[in-house]
């Protein structure tokens, strides 16, 4: 039989060793740590790794045992990972005991790989201060201090995945904290599935779980397919993993005060490195490629990409203490930069004026520019006052081969006259541009004048890659109101002007004014706008709300915002919507008063510190739940609650994409992104993008898609689930549920019925108050019930439970509203197992294998009520052996039920003996005998009544006290003291008593 270890572990083990890894077998590891199992560092490599790297340093003994206290004092918290971490990228101070100076002692050496140990080592016991021992499946150890943990489950066992191993860590990180604060990232894989995430103390399912699919930077050509190769060449090739330490791996504060571990995407960590590379070759006079263009699709992370290569350029020595332009071509996405570069901890300077920038470029003596990390708009490379400058004999140009500019959203305005300047003052910089969203023909032309020959993108992460990661989701629209629509000559017009307005002269920015005024003021008119905000209100209540998920509107300009706000408060409540759009002083009108009125409400004019306030409550409280936008919030914004667009102004190309990517965020039970299109943008998709190359045009059509697909997929899966009940009578009886139920008894057809019915509560969700669905209804109704039924006759599940599958809000309403779940929960009732139930059994055996199987059901469910008892974890493979039986021969056999009364015998049996000894003593009492076969009954109960006793009085049994890890942890330190002074000469069953104990304690408190 194929085990986890030989099917998975061996493989992990064999694949680190040909990348360089030393393989320590789990014995020779013991002796090497001195069988000191409550340590996770291994003592004497780290001793010897620090007097290796730090070769130049004389350490003495006692240098090296303050160094290693160090470490161990840090502590095992999300404050003390990120201290581990900082030790880890920039060395341990030690004071010298001889030198009586402090020293900076280096734990890994980033410059030379070579000069560290890297060992792999399987069966790693590691023991917790109260849990007993672990021993995680394969731990990578750098310098004796363990980087990462992989846990492996058996790709030949369907009851356990990938999931499983990666509960397990989290299991780890509970019991063995101590091991955490080293270890930088985990691996959970059964081998045909594999997931890493960075370890920082989160609950279970908080998790940033990712696949890692590019071995970058190896050739996966050798790779093949499989998943789990790439992961191990990718992530833990020794390069990479040094590289991921220093560069890609940090501590992160957020909104709500907490610290959080972030760690690259193997996109990020590929196309930061390209820059890198790219950047450095150049500066060590090996190429004189200097410009690079990276795509990464909106929702991918390119904002952290832009931060990782910043830090990594930073921080390298060869690069001389650089400096780094971070430049966007909006003033609106300045903070969301600074917000996300905090992370890096390195001082990122805001540009204020073209005054400032100039400062900076002429800094010092030599006039060579500041060094740093600085934040500018791309309007500040003003040729006017840089002309003015060269007038008086001040030429602005840095020389310098160690600046690079970081370009994010590179359209037309870096084709312009702000970059035509700004690539003259950065004369020898290396400039790399950001996009994304892919370059149309004529923007692919222009900036392939600046990359290397044949190259377009020095790195691609493209709308496919997004979804098929699962980092966005897939974008539908539909067009409302067609009377509205605009023709396609004035959208062109209007969005002429959006994008083009900056670039124009005065006297074309008159005659562009001139034209488009007379179809804004259309757009505008006081008529088509109440239409629209009616619309709005009524799509949003009927299919949006429902869901929990919110909105935004994006208006022609700021006056049709404060139009909108002002008539969507007379059909929703006021607090429902919030404007975030700019202000200035000479505004008249509409906009003058709705701003009067905001500085009231808030009790503030600091506009931006609204701002920041509106936008914070709509990503994480319930109101306001519409924003009305116009320029801000179109780039940039990342909001993953945010599900429905209606938009109502006119873009082209990336400016669609940027905006209507808000919606492409995963979250919950948002199966796709919703643009309500009252404009007319996206009513010819294909026209829409025609200036894009065929292969782009292609996945926008696969990723953006109009909302009739949703409703086709909706129609499929329907008529895919009542294709299993073909030839039952679908009415609203229970002969029709009991002939449909019946169908269900086949194991096969139930899988497919409940396989379909999720998917098609998924789209349920996302349709329902579509009047598409009216005609439907009915027969989705009827679905709905028998899976009700389904789930209440053969799982024995509750209603509620139903809910808990966080399917489908809008199912569950549908389910109180037109079902008759109390007639379900009559048909179909929930029988206790006691002495009555086994003497009604025993004289009126069950029949039919319907009867049968609701016998069996009901012991599911008791046996769902104790998962944790081993008695009832000790009968699932004998009733799944009755059941399948059952469900596979369609028969009732003789053996079939002896088999099912003997079960339900002992159940009756089991609950009779804990009425008598008391639920909570008993559990106590199970789980020490399941340990201990033989120990008596009175010593058991005396031994629970006297801890329960104690952990009341020490006041540490209340209720949520399972959820305080603190709590956790002293419960566990008492039961361990009284188990040893009680149970001390039971030997290696101490520990599995004590994790039996308090498993049982903790399901009963």
Same mark, same amino acid.
């Given at each position: 039989?194929?085990?986890?270890?030989?099917?998975?572990?061996?493989?992990?083990?064999?694949?680190?060793?040909?990348?360089?890894?030393?393989?320590?077998?789990?014995?020779?590891?013991?002796?090497?740590?001195?069988?000191?199992?409550?340590?996770?560092?291994?003592?004497?490599?780290?001793?010897?790794?620090?007097?290796?790297?730090?070769?130049?340093?004389?350490?003495?003994?006692?240098?090296?045992?303050?160094?290693?206290?160090?470490?161990?004092?840090?502590?095992?918290?999300?404050?003390?990972?990120?201290?581990?971490?900082?030790?880890?990228?920039?060395?341990?101070?030690?004071?010298?005991?001889?030198?009586?100076?402090?020293?900076?002692?280096?734990?890994?050496?980033?410059?030379?790989?070579?000069?560290?140990?890297?060992?792999?080592?399987?069966?790693?016991?590691?023991?917790?201060?109260?849990?007993?021992?672990?021993?995680?499946?394969?731990?990578?150890?750098?310098?004796?201090?363990?980087?990462?943990?992989?846990?492996?489950?058996?790709?030949?066992?369907?009851?356990?995945?990938?999931?499983?191993?990666?509960?397990?860590?989290?299991?780890?990180?509970?019991?063995?904290?101590?091991?955490?604060?080293?270890?930088?990232?985990?691996?959970?894989?059964?081998?045909?599935?594999?997931?890493?995430?960075?370890?920082?103390?989160?609950?279970?399912?908080?998790?940033?779980?990712?696949?890692?699919?590019?071995?970058?930077?190896?050739?996966?050509?050798?790779?093949?397919?499989?998943?789990?190769?790439?992961?191990?060449?990718?992530?833990?090739?020794?390069?990479?993993?040094?590289?991921?330490?220093?560069?890609?791996?940090?501590?992160?504060?957020?909104?709500?005060?907490?610290?959080?571990?972030?760690?690259?995407?193997?996109?990020?960590?590929?196309?930061?490195?390209?820059?890198?590379?790219?950047?450095?070759?150049?500066?060590?006079?090996?190429?004189?490629?200097?410009?690079?263009?990276?795509?990464?699709?909106?929702?991918?992370?390119?904002?952290?990409?832009?931060?990782?290569?910043?830090?990594?350029?930073?921080?390298?020595?060869?690069?001389?203490?650089?400096?780094?332009?971070?430049?966007?071509?909006?003033?609106?996405?300045?903070?969301?930069?600074?917000?996300?570069?905090?992370?890096?901890?390195?001082?990122?300077?805001?540009?204020?004026?073209?005054?400032?920038?100039?400062?900076?470029?002429?800094?010092?003596?030599?006039?060579?520019?500041?060094?740093?990390?600085?934040?500018?708009?791309?309007?500040?490379?003003?040729?006017?006052?840089?002309?003015?400058?060269?007038?008086?004999?001040?030429?602005?140009?840095?020389?310098?081969?160690?600046?690079?500019?970081?370009?994010?959203?590179?359209?037309?305005?870096?084709?312009?006259?702000?970059?035509?300047?700004?690539?003259?003052?950065?004369?020898?910089?290396?400039?790399?541009?950001?996009?994304?969203?892919?370059?149309?023909?004529?923007?692919?032309?222009?900036?392939?004048?600046?990359?290397?020959?044949?190259?377009?993108?020095?790195?691609?992460?493209?709308?496919?890659?997004?979804?098929?990661?699962?980092?966005?989701?897939?974008?539908?629209?539909?067009?409302?109101?067609?009377?509205?629509?605009?023709?396609?000559?004035?959208?062109?017009?209007?969005?002429?002007?959006?994008?083009?307005?900056?670039?124009?002269?005065?006297?074309?920015?008159?005659?562009?004014?001139?034209?488009?005024?007379?179809?804004?003021?259309?757009?505008?008119?006081?008529?088509?706008?109440?239409?629209?905000?009616?619309?709005?209100?009524?799509?949003?209540?009927?299919?949006?709300?429902?869901?929990?998920?919110?909105?935004?509107?994006?208006?022609?300009?700021?006056?049709?915002?404060?139009?909108?706000?002002?008539?969507?408060?007379?059909?929703?409540?006021?607090?429902?919507?919030?404007?975030?759009?700019?202000?200035?002083?000479?505004?008249?009108?509409?906009?003058?008063?709705?701003?009067?009125?905001?500085?009231?409400?808030?009790?503030?004019?600091?506009?931006?510190?609204?701002?920041?306030?509106?936008?914070?409550?709509?990503?994480?409280?319930?109101?306001?739940?519409?924003?009305?936008?116009?320029?801000?919030?179109?780039?940039?914004?990342?909001?993953?609650?945010?599900?429905?667009?209606?938009?109502?102004?006119?873009?082209?190309?990336?400016?669609?994409?940027?905006?209507?990517?808000?919606?492409?965020?995963?979250?919950?039970?948002?199966?796709?992104?919703?643009?309500? $299109? +009252?404009?007319?943008?996206? %009513?010819?998709?294909?026209?829409?993008?025609?200036? &894009? /190359? !065929?292969? =782009? #045009? *292609? @996945?926008?059509?696969?990723?953006?898609?109009?909302?009739?697909?949703?409703?086709?997929?909706?129609?499929?899966?329907?008529?895919?689930?009542?294709?299993?009940?073909?030839?039952?009578?679908?009415?609203?009886?229970?002969?029709?549920?009991?002939?449909?139920?019946?169908?269900?008894?086949?194991?096969?057809?139930?899988?497919?019925?409940?396989?379909?019915?999720?998917?098609?509560?998924?789209?349920?969700?996302?349709?329902?108050?579509?009047?598409?669905?009216?005609?439907?209804?009915? $027969? +989705?109704?009827?679905?709905? %019930?028998?899976?009700?039924?389904?789930?209440?006759? &053969? /799982? !024995?599940? =509750? #209603? *509620? @439970?139903?809910?808990?599958?966080?399917?489908?809000?809008?199912?569950?309403?549908?389910?109180?509203?037109?079902?008759?779940?109390?007639?379900?929960?009559?048909?179909?009732?929930?029988?206790?197992?006691?002495?009555?139930?086994?003497?009604?059994?025993?004289?009126?055996?069950?029949?039919?294998?319907?009867?049968?199987?609701?016998?069996?059901?009901?012991?599911?469910?008791?046996?769902?009520?104790?998962?944790?008892?081993?008695?009832?974890?000790?009968?699932?493979?004998?009733?799944?052996?009755?059941?399948?039986?059952?469900?596979?021969?369609?028969?009732?056999?003789?053996?079939?039920?002896?088999?099912?009364?003997?079960?339900?015998?002992?159940?009756?049996?089991?609950?009779?003996?804990?009425?008598?000894?008391?639920?909570?003593?008993?559990?106590?009492?199970?789980?020490?005998?399941?340990?201990?076969?033989?120990?008596?009954?009175?010593?058991?109960?005396?031994?629970?009544?006297?801890?329960?006793?104690?952990?009341?009085?020490?006041?540490?049994?209340?209720?949520?006290?399972?959820?305080?890890?603190?709590?956790?942890?002293?419960?566990?330190?008492?039961?361990?003291?009284?188990?040893?002074?009680?149970?001390?000469?039971?030997?290696?069953?101490?520990?599995?008593?004590?994790?039996?104990?308090?498993?049982?304690?903790?399901?009963?408190?």
């Amino acid at each position: 039989m194929t085990t986890e270890r030989t099917a998975v572990e061996e493989f992990i083990i064999q694949e680190l060793q040909k990348l360089g890894w030393r393989y320590i077998p789990p014995k020779e590891m013991n002796i090497l740590r001195g069988n000191d199992f409550g340590e996770p560092l291994v003592v004497d490599l780290l001793k010897s790794a620090l007097r290796r790297i730090n070769e130049d340093v004389e350490l003495t003994e006692a240098d090296l045992e303050f160094a290693i206290a160090s470490l161990r004092r840090i502590p095992a918290s999300p404050e003390g990972i990120g201290e581990l971490l900082d030790k880890l990228k920039n060395g341990l101070v030690v004071p010298l005991q001889e030198e009586k100076r402090e020293q900076v002692l280096r734990l890994l050496d980033f410059e030379n790989p070579d000069n560290n140990e890297f060992i792999v080592t399987n069966q790693y016991e590691i023991k917790g201060p109260y849990a007993g021992r672990r021993r995680p499946d394969i731990v990578l150890i750098v310098n004796g201090i363990p980087l990462v943990l992989i846990e492996c489950k058996s790709p030949v066992r369907e009851e356990t995945t990938w999931f499983d191993a990666y509960k397990q860590i989290k299991g780890y990180e509970e019991d063995v904290p101590e091991l955490f604060k080293y270890v930088q990232f985990s691996i959970a894989t059964d081998g045909v599935k594999t997931r890493y995430f960075p370890n920082a103390f989160k609950e279970e399912g908080e998790d940033l779980l990712s696949e890692w699919k590019d071995p970058y930077p190896f050739d996966g050509k050798d790779l093949g397919d499989d998943p789990l190769r790439i992961a191990i060449h990718g992530l833990l090739n020794r390069r990479n993993l040094l590289d991921l330490v220093e560069n890609f791996i940090f501590m992160r504060r957020e909104i709500w005060g907490g610290l959080s571990k972030i760690m690259a995407r193997y996109m990020q960590f590929r196309a930061a490195n390209k820059i890198f590379q790219r950047a450095i070759k150049r500066l060590r006079g090996g190429g004189e490629e200097k410009f690079g263009l990276i795509w990464h699709w909106q929702g991918s992370g390119k904002t952290y990409t832009m931060a990782f290569a910043a830090w990594k350029l930073h921080r390298c020595l060869e690069a001389e203490n650089p400096s780094i332009f971070v430049v966007v071509d909006r003033k609106d996405l300045e903070e969301q930069i600074e917000r996300d570069f905090a992370f890096i901890d390195v001082p990122l300077e805001r540009v204020t004026s073209i005054k400032h920038l100039i400062e900076i470029l002429t800094w010092g003596e030599k006039r060579e520019g500041k060094r740093g990390i600085f934040l500018v708009t791309i309007e500040k490379f003003s040729p006017k006052q840089f002309q003015e400058l060269e007038v008086k004999g001040g030429e602005v140009v840095i020389r310098r081969r160690n600046v690079i500019v970081l370009a994010d959203e590179v359209h037309r305005t870096h084709y312009g006259k702000f970059a035509t300047l700004m690539r003259s003052v950065f004369a020898e910089a290396s400039i790399f541009g950001f996009t994304g969203t892919p370059l149309s023909k004529r923007e692919r032309n222009t900036f392939q004048k600046f990359c290397p020959r044949g190259e377009l993108y020095l790195d691609r992460y493209s709308m496919l890659d997004a979804l098929n990661d699962g980092f966005t989701i897939p974008l539908s629209y539909e067009a409302k109101l067609p009377l509205y629509l605009l023709k396609r000559e004035e959208i062109e017009e209007l969005a002429k002007f959006e994008e083009e307005i900056e670039l124009l002269s005065p006297q074309e920015k008159r005659e562009l004014r001139r034209r488009i005024n007379p179809i804004k003021a259309a757009v505008k008119d006081e008529q088509r706008v109440k239409e629209i905000a009616k619309s709005v209100a009524e799509h949003f209540k009927e299919v949006v709300e429902p869901t929990g998920l919110k909105a935004m509107i994006v208006a022609i300009d700021r006056e049709a915002c404060a139009l909108y706000k002002r008539a969507l408060d007379e059909l929703l409540p006021s607090h429902y919507s919030e404007i975030v759009m700019t202000f200035n002083r000479r505004d008249k009108g509409i906009i003058k008063d709705y701003f009067e009125e905001l500085f009231q409400r808030f009790g503030s004019s600091d506009l931006k510190a609204i701002h920041r306030k509106i936008v914070d409550d709509f990503k994480m409280k319930e109101f306001p739940k519409i924003l009305i936008v116009t320029d801000m919030l179109i780039t940039g914004f990342d909001a993953p609650v945010l599900w429905t667009i209606y938009l109502d102004k006119p873009l082209r190309e990336h400016r669609i994409l940027q905006t209507i990517a808000r919606a492409n965020r995963p979250y919950q039970n948002k199966k796709f992104g919703l643009i309500v $299109d +009252y404009i007319g943008v996206l %009513k010819d998709l294909e026209r829409a993008f025609e200036q &894009f /190359e !065929r292969g =782009d #045009v *292609d @996945e926008i059509r696969v990723v953006i898609r109009d909302l009739g697909e949703e409703r086709k997929l909706f129609e499929e899966g329907l008529a895919e689930a009542l294709s299993i009940f073909e030839g039952v009578k679908r009415d609203d009886t229970y002969e029709s549920l009991d002939s449909a139920l019946n169908i269900l008894i086949d194991q096969e057809k139930a899988e497919g019925f409940k396989r379909a019915m999720k998917r098609l509560m998924r789209s349920y969700e996302m349709l329902a108050g579509e009047p598409f669905l009216k005609p439907h209804l009915r $027969d +989705y109704t009827w679905l709905t %019930k028998v899976y009700v039924a389904y789930r209440k006759r &053969f /799982e !024995r599940a =509750d #209603v *509620d @439970e139903l809910k808990i599958e966080a399917l489908s809000r809008k199912t569950a309403a549908l389910i109180q509203r037109a079902i008759d779940v109390e007639g379900i929960e009559e048909r179909y009732p929930t029988v206790t197992i006691d002495k009555r139930y086994v003497e009604r059994l025993r004289k009126a055996p069950p029949k039919t294998v319907g009867a049968a199987i609701d016998v069996i059901t009901n012991v599911q469910r008791e046996i769902r009520m104790h998962q944790t008892s081993p008695f009832f974890r000790g009968l699932i493979r004998e009733v799944e052996e009755v059941y399948e039986e059952l469900r596979q021969r369609k028969a009732v056999t003789e053996e079939a039920i002896k088999r099912i009364l003997g079960i339900v015998r002992r159940i009756a049996e089991w609950k009779t003996e804990r009425e008598q000894i008391g639920e909570r003593r008993h559990s106590i009492y199970e789980s020490m005998k399941s340990v201990l076969p033989d120990l008596g009954r009175d010593e058991a109960l005396s031994f629970a009544d006297s801890l329960i006793f104690d952990l009341r009085a020490k006041g540490l049994l209340f209720e949520g006290w399972q959820e305080q890890q603190g709590v956790r942890r002293d419960v566990r330190k008492e039961i361990r003291l009284r188990v040893l002074s009680k149970f001390r000469d039971r030997g290696q069953k101490v520990d599995e008593l004590v994790e039996s104990v308090f498993k049982a304690l903790e399901e009963i408190t």
